[in-house]
């Protein structure tokens, strides 16, 4: 069974940078498009950013490009997403997620990041 | 950019069929997923490419799309079913994944 651990979340302040991190087993991640995904508080479901499985082909919601980097590293089979110039709207859980065909099979427990000061 | 319209809620009584809509502009052309995700916790993936069902999801739960509206449909339905279903498809144009607002099930 696929698991998907995020890690990295935390209490930043405006303006600073955070790190997430999504840590795979019995997967290997270079095999997959991989995806981050977050969740305000009470609200819906927004995609924020997806790596595609060979070439690493890069896709991000417009409120987050240009702040956020999405990247692997195959070595450690994990996925980031390095996030600056937070704002208090980026306050949410991140879950990272597989990509298949377009769907999104297998997710994470998700990280809460809080943005305030 | 894309957008994709569900009702915030939808209630039914145990039992009952309990029918989401998804609607998008030509929303038929695409691939619609959709995800059912219980009170904190991670989503799920119940239905894929508009009537998959994944390993685990039980028969109960089906989909259909065509036109302007997806649908994701939950038969005979049960009090564990009582969550949050969003709908989400791959838009090619903009390059962006979209996902529906979401819709709350409330099992009477």
């Known amino acids: 069974e696929v698991q998907l651990v995020e890690s990295g979340g935390g209490l930043v302040q405006p303006g600073r940078s955070l790190r997430l991190s999504c840590t795979a087993s019995?997967?290997?991640?270079?095999?997959?498009?991989m995806t981050w995904v977050r969740q305000a508080p009470g609200k819906g479901l927004e995609w924020v950013s997806s790596?595609?499985?060979?070439?690493?082909?890069?896709y991000y919601a417009d409120s987050v490009k240009g702040r956020f980097t999405i990247s692997r590293d195959n070595s450690k089979n994990t996925l980031y997403l390095q996030m600056n110039s937070l704002r208090d709207e980026d306050t949410a859980i991140y879950y990272c997620?597989?990509?298949?065909?377009?769907?999104?099979?297998?997710w994470g427990q998700g990280t809460l990041v809080t943005v305030s000061s | 950019s894309y957008v994709l319209t569900q009702p915030p809620s939808v209630s039914v009584a145990p039992g009952k069929t309990a029918i989401i809509t998804c609607g998008g502009n030509?929303?038929?052309?695409?691939?619609v997923h959709w995800y059912q995700q219980k009170s904190g916790q991670a989503p799920v993936l119940v239905v894929y490419?508009?009537?998959v069902r994944p390993s685990g999801i039980p028969e109960r739960f089906s989909g259909s799309n065509s036109g302007n509206a997806a649908t994701l449909t939950i038969s005979r339905v049960e009090a564990g079913d009582e969550a949050d279903y969003f709908c989400?498809?791959?838009?090619?144009?903009?390059?962006?994944?979209?996902f529906g607002g979401g819709t709350k099930l409330t099992v009477l």
């Open positions: 790596i595609s499985g060979s070439v690493g082909s890069t």
């Open positions: 989400q498809v791959w838009d090619s144009s903009s390059v962006h994944t979209v």
């Open positions: 030509n929303v038929g052309s695409k691939n």
């Open positions: 019995e997967v290997t991640l270079r095999n997959f498009a």
């Open positions: 490419d508009d009537a």
């Open positions: 997620a597989t990509v298949s065909s377009g769907s999104f099979p297998y």
